[in-house]
Nanobody, 121 residues
Framework: QVRLVESGGGLVQPGDSLKLSCAAS????????MGWYRRTPGSQREMVAT???????NYADFAEGRFTISRDKSKNTMSLEMSSPKPEDTAVYYC???????????????WGQGTQVTVSS
């Protein structure tokens, strides 16, 4: 059973840096892409950044230039470096993986439980 576990969230002051990590376990297939999404109270979940074997990295406008996504394919891990976070970056951050199960013609989405990031002085 595939499981995604996020870590690294917490309280950070504006202008400091924070690194989120995600580890996928139980993968039996190809991880086609991984990504970070976030949800703030009262809003829908939105894409922060994704990394794909075919299309490379993609960032939301608010993340471009401030956040850096990276992935270790051999370990099925992913991270998000948040530089100069702002109070409006306060949200629950979720890890997502799109997996092609071995021998099966379909793609499955998996989500982590989320990690809270609070940016406040």
């Amino acid at each position: 059973q595939v499981r995604l576990v996020e870590s690294g969230g917490g309280l950070v002051q504006p202008g400091d840096s924070l690194k989120l990590s995600c580890a996928a376990s139980g993968v039996r297939g190809d991880v086609l892409s991984m990504g970070w999404y976030r949800r703030t109270p009262g809003s829908q979940r939105e894409m922060v950044a994704t990394v794909s074997t075919t299309t490379g990295t993609n960032y939301a406008d608010f993340a471009e230039g401030r956040f850096t996504i990276s992935r270790d394919k051999s370990k099925n891990t992913m991270s998000l470096e948040m530089s100069s976070p702002k109070p409006e970056d306060t949200a629950v951050y979720y890890c997502k993986a799109v997996i092609h199960p071995r021998g099966i013609l379909r793609f499955d989405d998996y989500w982590g439980q989320g990690t809270q990031v609070t940016v406040s002085s």
